[in-house]
């Protein structure tokens, strides 16, 4: 899995974990990805939860 969303393209974004004496250390965010069935066939697409939500993978 590419952890992409199929419909809007959201990938996962880094940055920096900053600890209490603000040190920082490398990190990424992933996107909330769900596994969802399309109607026309029985594929599976990864779609974001904001693009379930906004109905644009149906």
């Given at each position: 899995m ?14 920096f ?6 040190r920082?250390?490398?990190?990424r ?30």
């Amino acid at each position: 899995m590419a952890r992409i969303c199929s419909i809007c393209g959201k990938g996962p974004r880094s940055g920096f974990r900053v600890s209490h004496s603000h040190r920082k250390s490398k990190r990424r965010w992933l996107p909330n990805l769900q596994s969802v069935r399309l109607k026309k066939g029985e594929r599976r697409i990864y779609v974001c939860a904001e693009c379930i939500k906004s109905f644009k993978f149906s």
